[in-house]
C-alpha cells in the first residue's frame, strides 16, 4: 500500500501526465493540451478546497504515514481519477474494440479503487475523504470536458490484433 500511495504522488501523477501529453504531442494532437491541463487543474482544485474545509487527518497510535496538510478531500483520490478518467478519454477517442474500451474502464476503476483503499489503509484519509476525492476528481474531469468541447478530433481506428 506504502508503493501504491507512493506512485501516486502530486510530482509522480504529474510527470505521468507530462509523458502522456508528450507522447500525444509528437503527433500534434489537441488531446496534449487537453491532458497537460485537465490532471494540473483538478491538484489545484484540491488544494483549494483543503484550506476551505480544513479537516484534521485521523489520529493514529502508530501511523503507516504521517502527512501535515489537510485530509478533506484526498488529493490522490483527485488526482487518480483525473488522470486515469483523462487516460480512459484518451482510449475512447482512439480504439473501436469494445474490449479495449471496457479494459481501460476496468484498469482505471480499480486503479483508483486501489489507491483510495491505499489512503485509508495507511490511516493517511477518513473513507468520506476519498470518496469526496472521486467525486471531486469526476466532477473536474467533466466539467473540463464539458467546457473544452468534444472531447477529442475523431481518430482513425487503431487497427486491434
Not at 26 to 52: D, F, Q, S, W, Y
Not at 132 to 142: K, M, N, S, Y
Not at 145 to 156: E, K, S
Request: proline share 6%; charged share 10%; hydrophobic share 60%.
Amino acid at each position: 500500500m506504502l508503493l501504491v500511495s507512493d506512485l501516486h504522488q502530486t510530482a509522480k501523477v504529474l510527470a505521468a501526465t507530462v509523458l502522456v501529453a508528450l507522447g500525444f504531442g509528437l503527433g500534434g494532437e489537441l488531446a496534449a493540451a487537453r491532458t497537460a491541463l485537465v490532471v494540473p487543474a483538478g491538484m489545484l482544485l484540491n488544494a483549494g478546497l483543503k484550506h476551505v474545509f480544513g479537516r484534521a487527518r485521523p489520529l493514529h497510535e502508530e501511523p503507516l504515514v504521517q502527512i501535515a496538510t489537510y485530509s478533506f478531500p484526498s488529493g490522490h483520490a483527485v488526482a487518480s481519477t483525473v488522470f486515469y478518467g483523462m487516460l480512459c478519454v484518451l482510449v475512447f477517442a482512439y480504439v473501436r474494440s469494445r474490449w479495449l474500451r471496457a479494459a481501460a474502464v476496468a484498469v482505471a476503476v480499480s486503479m483508483v479503487l486501489l489507491v483510495c483503499f491505499s489512503r485509508v489503509y495507511l490511516g493517511a484519509h477518513f473513507p468520506s475523504d476519498v470518496i469526496a476525492g472521486v467525486a471531486v476528481g469526476t466532477l473536474c474531469l467533466v466539467l473540463f470536458l464539458r467546457i473544452a468541447g468534444r472531447p477529442l478530433p475523431a481518430a482513425p481506428a487503431l487497427p486491434v490484433p
